[in-house]
């Protein structure tokens, strides 16, 4: 019996051992995986820092992790909509994301009365499509570098006009951003280049001066002094207040084209990955600007297929899905605008 018990304490202390060794074995593993993402990450995004700022960006990086990890265990369970993973955004806090989106206030019906920017009328008695995606038509996803300059507005307005100018004239160019950020400038237009702007007032100066291209006049993510206008390739012909219901802006997205509309986002997308968001955070006002190119359903869900200006690396290759039908969520259509467009 003695040896017996004797024996037992061995295969005791062995397991005992064994599984502490596979534990230790395994957090091993599991650093070295880490370690592993966070260089994959930053030779794919282009990130250089010094050595005392690396550590601090790696602490980062993990919490982010940590973060992604749980939140992709609650959506296998089913209960969260959208699927994270490791975009552009995962070495920053949530604080820093914050700043980066400034709140945006919506032009008054007045001024855009004054500049001629009038409701778009749609057919209310014909039923739109259940589906509408006019990515095929869109040129490739652009990143303005938020974290250098604040210009979704131009981002999204001029995806708007590049879309109709690929509908209506069948022309696949790239327009620049870069000019609304040095000349469309000012009071006049409510935009104040990195530092935020507006749809309508991007829209009127390219309806004014008309569309360059971004071959001609490239982005730099920074304000300029405004160059030469005397190579326009389109030119915004009407601006039209797309503001409405949902429905009715489903209506114009199926019967008319793209919608850039101001937007709300919070940190809740930051590393938004796949799947349709319903982000209940979204309750300060708008702060930043898409391009509305569609609409669907999946997995019994309506969703706004959005494009967005932060790269291909994030989300579903630059776009994501919001849920639709829900209440006008994060600020969804409330400042909305589409064009008409001419050589």
């Known amino acids: 019996m003695e040896i017996k018990g004797a024996v037992m304490i061995q295969l005791s202390l062995v397991c005992a051992f064994s599984a502490v060794c596979l534990v230790t074995c395994f957090d091993q593993d599991k650093s070295i995986n880490v370690k592993d993402k966070w260089e994959q990450f930053l030779r794919v995004h282009n990130k250089n820092y010094d050595y005392s700022e690396k550590n601090r960006r790696y602490k980062i990086f993990q919490n982010n992790l940590r973060t992604i990890d749980q939140h992709n265990w609650r959506y296998r369970k089913g209960i969260e909509s959208f699927e994270m993973g490791i975009g552009p955004f995962a070495d920053q806090t949530e604080r820093e994301f914050k700043l980066m989106f400034e709140k945006q206030s919506a032009p008054s019906k007045t001024t855009l009365e ?19 995606d006019y990515r095929s038509i869109m040129q490739p996803i652009k990143d303005q570098k ?11 307005a001029v995806a708007t006009v590049e879309g109709m100018t690929m509908k209506k004239l069948k022309w696949d160019k790239s327009l620049s951003e870069q000019s609304l950020l ?45 160059r030469s ?44 990955k796949k799947g349709i968001v319903f982000d209940r955070n979204c309750v300060n006002g708008a702060n930043h600007a898409v391009t509305i190119v569609g609409y669907g359903m999946e997995n019994g869900f309506q969703y706004w297929l959005l494009k967005n200006s ?17 209440a006008n969520i994060c600020q969804i259509g409330k400042t909305a605008f589409c064009v008409d467009i001419n050589c």
């Open 310 to 326: 932060w790269g291909r690396m994030w989300g579903e290759r630059g776009y994501y899905k919001l849920a639709r039908n829900y």
């Open 229 to 272: 206008r005397s190579k326009p390739l389109v030119r915004v012909e009407t601006i039209f207040n797309c503001q409405g219901t949902e429905q009715e802006l489903m209506r114009t997205v199926a019967s008319h084209g793209p919608v850039a509309t101001m937007i709300e986002v919070t940190p809740y997308i930051m590393h938004y």
């Open 146 to 156: 938020p974290h250098l300059c604040g210009a979704g507005w131009a981002f999204a």
């Open 182 to 226: 040095d000349c469309a400038v000012g009071h006049g237009y409510q935009s104040y280049g990195c530092n935020g702007g507006s749809l309508w007032g991007a829209m009127f100066y390219m309806k004014t001066y008309g569309a360059e291209t971004s071959e001609d006049y490239p982005y730099e993510a920074a304000e300029k002094c405004c």
């Open 114 to 132: 004054n500049n001629g920017i009038c409701k778009l009328s749609v057919n209310r008695t014909k039923y739109p499509p259940y589906y509408v």
